[in-house]
């Protein structure tokens, strides 16, 4: 069976690609669930018994493509069989198979064995739960063949799991990736970014928006909650340590054993984060609460906010006091911040609005910080609500904690 395609020399590439780990980005409109079903077609066709499975973590994507794979009638004269039930699969005469599948419970996949596996819109898996799950199921699902792992959508910023994987093994000739904005595909590429259809986007689109879905670039994320060059401008200053004269905040985010805790200290006459640190996951909140006395006695005797809500517990139904006692009790000088949506949300919006101004300093050795600032998202829902949350990152602890030392900095300077 001939299979013929008009494709770009990138969609040509990726189609024919021998590397066992591929990452295929591109934006709207550019043909990249084309080329993913070419591939296929070209592997099942060319390659009797060859078992693919496609992956969405949406089921209406899977069932798109299955049905324009099954409505073409020159592709059926060279299946046996097609199965909808338990799960929807195309196998054709010469044994190769093609499944499709969602991605909502990824231990039904335990145990099966396929020569390739391509997981599209990977910026719809929302959690490092997610990420856990691909990287903990899906991966050992073509060890047995020493088979092809494609990973295909858009970016979620820099700092997305996905690029990091290709970016840290850029030099590595088993892993190979393509970033292909729209305009590069075969639907626009003879006009490129002039085309009247590019151009109708980018003035509707926002700018991130524009940026991830249509321009394919990696630091873009529309979802973010802090803008790019607005982390940029407050990227600044070194970590000086204690000043003798000068009054400090610590803002802290309990956690246990889910996250862990998070503390940032912010010097209230220049608003800079002097500190910042990660606490070790699962210690013990009568040990976290004798590290924090003595973070607030080096700087000056600082005044702390906590955050009380969240992991703290450890996962386990008891009252706040239960835990909070350690620390009422080592520090004198402390205020409880209850993070329901509405108090979270005004935390935020003040922080992000502080950002935006270029009202703080965050000295860039507060590495970790400054990545959970990176990865941070808003979402806002049918109704007008705004959720905040870490989005793709593994924690949102030290922007929590850098919220709250920021509303101790606003009520020394505004009351």
Partial sequence: MAIVMQVTQDQ????????????????????????????????????PGHRSLYVTPFGHFADEIFKEMIADKYL????????????????????????????????????????SVYFDEIQKLESTKGRDAFMNVLVPIVMDYSGTISISGQYRGKNCWWYKMFEENKDNPDYRRWECPSWEGWLF?????????????????TKAQYEQEIA????????????????VTCTRGEISGKI???????????????????????????A???HSEERPLGERHEIGAQKLKMLCKKYNNCECFIDTTGGATGGKKVSID?????YRQKLGNLRSVQMQMKNKNRLMENLILAIENGEISIPEKNTKLLEQIEDYEVKVDNWGNAHYSNGIAEHDDGVVA????YEGYRISSYG
């Fill in 244 to 270: 003798e004269g000068h009054e400090y905040v610590v803002g802290c985010d309990l956690g246990r054993t889910v996250d862990p805790s998070f503390w940032v200290v912010m010097d209230l006459n220049t």
């Fill in 216 to 231: 394919c670039i990696p630091t873009a994320n529309q979802n973010a909650a802090f803008r790019p060059e607005d982390i």
């Fill in 189 to 205: 590429h003879e006009l490129g970014e002039k085309h009247p259809q590019i151009q109708r986007m980018k003035q509707t689109l």
């Fill in 272 to 274: 800079t984060v002097v």
């Fill in 402 to 405: 850098l919220a709250l030392a």
């Fill in 76 to 115: 059926m004269k060279r299946v046996r069989k097609i199965e909808k039930q338990p799960m929807r699969k195309i196998i054709f005469n010469n044994g190769s198979v093609i499944a499709f599948m969602m991605f909502d419970d990824p231990e039904k996949l335990r145990g099966f064995k396929y020569h």
């Fill in 322 to 326: 239960s835990y909070l006692k350690f």
């Fill in 12 to 47: 040509y590439d990726y189609i024919n690609a021998d590397e066992p780990n591929l990452l295929f980005m591109a934006g709207r409109r550019y043909g990249k669930s084309h080329s993913i079903k070419c591939r296929m077609l070209k592997n099942s066709m060319m390659e």
